[in-house]
């Protein structure tokens, strides 16, 4: 069989990319504190598949939106049925929704986390293989749901150290009433302006107006600037909502920016929108975003049930979350057996070790030169040295890697005098 030489089709797919080393870690650790703010806030994890039926996603999406028209991985598979990598997590569980009949257990409070997938242009911060942590609160019509969500990334952004660098920008798309009339104002404002508007805003003209408001074609911004707000059209409700929201993040000291053009452009959509943003990733700046879908239920055929939710990308945390904080992980003990004799008895206490709790990197072969060179590459607190003379008198060599002191210890008392290495959360299992 000839070998496989390198190129090409040996490279990662453009917009993919291994996760491992220092950005494995980053991963990780961002992993962990999300899920623990998630749970401390009453959530459950839930994990959905990485692809649906298509249909999933356009009914949720919109036959018109960027998503589905330009970066969906859609296939058929051998039986026929189309199916889509999913590009996005709400979607997938609003049918998870529907299809475990969780409408008699709510409200329903959810988080997870998993890989996502477009077909868009790379760039910092930006792949087609993307990762995002999820929360969503369902079956809760009232503002507290929309505080809460918000309190959940306010703290997550404070307990990565990141708070300071982003900036909460939060508006109201109303409800039904006020977003109707908004629209029929940006319809007539727009068309007086067709001449100007892009192809792509041409096209959403009469489908989702609101999404013009999102454009980035420089023509549609500058059209943008002097096209009616949205606040003009709110009605009571509406104004009665967005200050109770507001409120609350007054008296949780949550600091925000109220942005008029901040839009979501469907149907369903609709009160709270938001976004937490940065000016440290270029012109990818959005961290954190989210907002209410009330009516996304009924789109999907299932009962009316309130929603709101928002997602944030890994990759994004990643490049923002500081190194030091990240690798403040655990380091492990080094175990090393000097001869052949001696490795039945490492195995033995790099497992107790283990069990108790230790990372533990394990020197299988070498001069005890590139042993230690390796202890000390994986940042190992003390080295556990078993020769054969140590093991005839049952004992094994301690040598600290901070300060370089050594002792003998008897091979009974490793697991003890080792024991001020484990974290306080070990010790109380």
């Known amino acids: 069989m000839a070998k496989l030489q390198p190129g090409p089709k040996l490279q990662p797919v453009r917009g993919t990319h291994d996760i491992l080393g220092d950005k494995a870690r980053a991963f990780r650790f961002i992993q962990g504190v999300f899920q623990d703010v998630a749970i401390r806030f009453g959530h459950q994890e839930i994990s959905t598949p990485i692809f649906e039926f298509t249909e999933v996603f356009k009914r949720t999406l919109g036959e018109t939106s960027d998503v589905v028209s330009k970066e969906m991985y859609t296939f058929e598979d051998r039986g026929g049925e189309f199916l889509t990598l999913r590009p996005e997590y709400t979607a997938g569980i609003a049918r998870a929704f529907i299809s475990n009949g969780l409408q008699q ?16 242009r790379p760039q910092k911060g930006r792949m087609r293989q993307f990762h995002q942590m999820d929360v969503e609160i369902l079956g809760v019509p009232e503002p507290q749901a929309d505080i809460e969500v918000l ?18 920008e939060i508006n109201s798309l109303g409800d039904t009433e006020s977003r109707n009339d908004y629209r029929d104002a940006l319809v007539t404002y727009f068309e007086a302006h067709k001449d100007q508007l892009s192809e792509d805003s041409l096209a959403r003209l009469t489908k989702n107006p609101m999404r013009i408001l999102d454009s980035k074609d420089e023509g549609d911004r500058a059209l943008v600037e002097n096209a009616p707000r949205i606040s003009a059209y709110y009605n009571d409700p509406t104004k009665a909502f967005f200050d109770e929201v507001i409120s609350g993040l007054d008296a949780l000291d949550i600091k925000y920016v109220i942005n008029e053009r901040l839009v979501r452009g469907l149907d369903y959509y609709c009160h709270t929108a938001f976004e937490f943003i940065t000016t440290k990733l270029g012109a990818q700046g959005t961290v954190l975003a989210g907002g209410r879908y009330d009516g ?5 055929g299932g009962p009316p049930t309130a929603g709101i939710g928002w997602a944030a990308g890994m990759e994004r945390m990643a490049e923002l979350v500081s190194p030091d904080l990240v690798l403040n992980e655990p380091r492990p003990i080094a175990l090393i057996p000097v001869g052949p004799d001696c490795q039945s008895e490492a195995l033995k206490i790099a497992q107790q070790l283990r ?33 054969e003379d140590e093991l005839a008198r049952g004992m094994a060599t301690i040598k600290n890697l901070n300060d370089g002191k050594q002792q003998e210890i008897a091979l009974d008392k490793i697991l003890n005098y080792l024991d001020q290495y484990l974290s306080l959360e070990v010790k109380k299992r």
């Not at 703290?155 to 660098?165: A, G, N, P, Q, V």
């Not at 990372?359 to 994986?378: E, I, P």
């Open 151 to 168: 309190a959940i990334a306010a703290t997550l952004l404070t307990e990565l150290k990141l708070i300071d660098d982003v900036t909460l």
């Open 105 to 120: 257990s709510l409200p329903c409070k959810f988080y997870g986390f998993g890989p996502m997938f477009r077909y868009e």
């Open 296 to 300: 996304l239920m009924e789109l999907m």
């Open 355 to 387: 069990i108790a709790g230790h990372a533990v990197h394990m020197s299988y072969k070498g001069n005890m030169k590139k042993r230690m060179k390796r202890a000390n590459n994986a940042n190992a607190n003390e080295a556990v040295i078993i020769g």
